[in-house]
């Protein structure tokens, strides 16, 4: 696996023959844009502009740091590209006769449930990331469990932490987010549980959430225009896209708030987005505000802005049909929904949702405390993972023509 993800060697069958390609993978640098790689590899700004709006604005959501793919023939020419924005969709750019075309197409991964035990030695992040060499999970670990453990001052040598988490795998690299089902990590020899429930907010076993990072929505009052999907079908074209994110429809010079307490990271213009403030927060959160009017004054770079601080006017800049307010939620740089993210109160489950809860946390808590009591942790195995029911969805290599 270690080679195939160095370099990948295909032979591609076209009209006039074979042809032998090397197919490398890059990491997109910061700063680096969809122009920028059409200028590297010679091809036409003109590509891009034949997409649509749509279509133009999605190709903004390549995020620093994603693995991507490059078919090459013997004379370095792009024979074809897969560029990943989120977790379920790719750019796929190939050669098409004397010239290049751009669709859009579903990732191919593995996805496999994972189960963890071990015992601290030095600190849950050290051990867990030592462990796992998996940032994704050690930051999605710690988040969930922030306002509840304090891990430098209750946390001791020897207690135990348990995780069943399902994970994506794209050509044996992590893909996206991982999903937490259930976790448990003892505080001087105390367990505490946590279970994940309602499009992965985690509750302790009695059902009342954990409280975790709050986002408060950037506009009050506001009508959702368009709501996060990870594959939304176009209304009148018919085709499946994903909307990384929550459109808010309000009338230009709406003040927008920053969703949370953070540091600006960019402000200026990004492609379809038009006018755009980028806020990152702790916990390797993210917040985008796009199709933005105006900036509030002293907005830029570097300046750290508080909850409900205004921060911009709603407007129409890029590509824009009418005023709104495009709002990202971004975590490790890959988008997730920002409506699971965003609440007022601590919510305490009741009722039917309180009985469904307690059944799988019930099933969850007999699943972790027998991996405690199996995997018999000592010196000398101080911890154990396990990868069950792995299968492949939608299996292939690499979708190249």
């Known amino acids: 696996m270690e080679g195939i993800l160095r370099i990948l060697l295909v032979v591609f069958i076209a009209v006039n023959g074979a042809y032998a390609a090397v197919v490398h993978n890059g990491v997109w640098e910061n700063g680096n844009t969809l122009f920028g790689f059409f200028q590297k590899y010679k091809i036409p700004a003109s590509v891009y502009f034949e997409l649509s709006p749509e279509d133009r604005e999605l190709t903004g959501e390549i995020y620093t740091g994603v693995r991507y793919f490059v078919a090459l023939d013997e004379k370095d020419n792009l024979l074809q590209a897969l560029i990943p924005i989120g977790d379920g969709m790719q750019i796929h750019i190939f050669r098409y006769k004397d010239s290049y075309k751009i669709d859009f197409r579903p990732i191919a991964y593995f996805e496999s449930r994972q189960q963890i035990v071990l015992a601290i030695q030095k600190s849950a992040y050290q051990d867990l990331m030592e462990l796992t060499d998996d940032k994704g999970l050690v930051n999605e670990f710690l988040s969930a469990y922030k306002n509840s453990v304090n891990f430098s001052r209750n946390v001791i040598k020897g207690d135990k932490l348990a995780l069943i988490y399902d994970r994506k795998y794209r050509l044996g690299i992590p893909l996206g ?69 929550v459109d808010y429809a309000a009338p230009k010079g709406t003040k927008v708030v920053s969703a949370g307490n953070g540091v600006v990271s960019f402000v200026g213009k990004k492609g379809g987005y ?74 305490e489950l009741r009722d039917k949702e309180k009985r469904e809860f307690l059944a799988s946390a019930n099933t969850y808590k007999s699943e972790l405390d027998f991996l405690i009591a199996e995997a018999q942790l000592t010196e000398d195995r101080q911890a154990i993972v396990v990868r069950l029911n792995q299968e492949c969805l939608e299996c292939s290599a690499i979708p190249l023509r």
């Open 274 to 347: 038009g006018n755009v403030i980028e806020i990152r927060h702790e916990n390797g959160l993210k917040t985008i505000y796009a199709h933005l009017d105006s900036f509030a004054p002293g907005m830029q770079s570097g300046r750290p802005v508080k909850r409900g601080q205004y921060i911009a006017k709603v407007g129409s800049t890029g590509l824009s049909t009418g005023p709104h307010l495009h709002f990202g939620v971004y975590k490790n740089n890959r988008p997730i929904n920002p409506l699971g993210n965003i609440k007022t109160d601590r919510k």
């Open 177 to 245: 987010n991982p999903r937490i089902q259930a976790a448990m990590i003892e505080t001087n020899r105390k367990p505490n549980y946590i279970f994940s429930f309602n499009n992965g907010r985690y509750y302790d076993g009695s059902g009342k959430e954990i409280e975790g990072f709050l986002l408060y929505a950037p506009i009050r009052f506001a009508r959702i225009s368009s709501r996060f999907s990870l594959g939304r079908k176009h209304p009148i074209l018919g085709f499946v896209r994903p909307h990384y994110g």
